[in-house]
């Protein structure tokens, strides 16, 4: 069984983010970029699925500029056989649209499985995952945070929903997008670098693909969160009580 597991390049989670000053995105010049959170999942899932000799390979994909290679190369030291890139100039490709590249690589791989993260941690959309599988026509694991091969062809997906954990079974080929508690992924050892450099990376150009791809969101403007009030001291219980009622209006 193949996987092709999807990564997007993001900036990294440790980063304080800043909005630009012209309000229309967030700068990305000199700032730490790392694989999404979810996605680093999504490959030490098919690592371990490999390592269990439920899949034979892994091909690492990602949609993006040149340094998108660098978070396939991350992918590839965990343990991925291979990668792709499709690149593009635009760093801001919406849901639908990355989920049309995806399904283009897939036609072309016929992947039994495909991982992607739950969401990307920069534009917090969750959509390409369901995007995907819709038009793959396959079904749909989301939010998983445990995967088993059964010995027919299917899985066993347990899903993290509101108010506990359900547990599904799904036909291969499908879609799994992966949820925090799946696995902790992890870190790239330095032969398994330096092993990651030799491996392939084929490089398609966005524009190569045939695809109607046509901006259908427009990003008007982007803002800082509102700035928090400092806390204050209160020094006994009557006069919490009292803020509340009187100041905070919440009693
Ligand atoms: P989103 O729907 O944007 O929150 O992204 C969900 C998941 O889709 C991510 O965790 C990735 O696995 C995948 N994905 C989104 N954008 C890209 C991209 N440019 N390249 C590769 N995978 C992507």
Do not use: W
């Not at 989670?13 to 730490?32: C, L, Q, T």
């Not at 928090?228 to 803020?243: A, F």
Request: glycine share 6%.
């Amino acid at each position: 069984m193949k996987a092709l597991v999807c990564v997007k390049r993001v900036i990294d989670y440790n980063v304080r983010i800043r909005v630009k000053s012209d309000k229309s995105g967030v700068e990305k010049d000199n700032v730490k970029m790392s694989m999404n959170p979810f996605d680093e999942i999504a490959v030490e899932e098919a690592v371990r699925l490999k390592e269990k000799g439920t899949l034979t390979e892994i091909v690492v994909l990602s949609i993006g500029t040149e340094s998108s290679q660098e978070t396939i190369r991350t992918g590839l030291a965990m343990g991925g056989d291979r990668g792709i890139l499709v690149k593009s100039s635009d760093e801001d490709i919406d849901p639908l649209n990355v989920g049309k590249i995806i399904k283009n690589i897939c036609d072309k791989e016929n992947p039994d499985l495909i991982i992607l993260g739950k969401q990307a941690i920069d534009d917090d959309c969750n959509q390409t995952g369901q995007i995907l599988a819709t038009l793959l026509k396959y079904p749909q694991a989301t939010f998983a945070s445990k995967v088993e091969k059964n010995n027919d062809n299917t899985l066993n997906v347990t899903r993290e929903v509101d108010g506990g954990l359900e547990t599904i079974k799904v036909k291969i080929p499908c879609v799994i997008t992966t949820d925090l508690r799946l696995n902790e992924p992890r870190y790239a050892s330095l032969p398994n670098i330096m092993k990651a450099k030799q491996k392939k990376i084929d490089i398609l150009d966005i524009n190569e693909l045939s695809l109607d791809l046509k901006k259908r969101v427009e990003i008007l403007e982007v803002n800082d969160p509102p700035e928090r009030k400092p806390g204050i001291v209160v020094p006994d219980i009557d006069s919490l009580v009292d803020k509340l009622k009187n100041e905070a209006k919440i009693l």
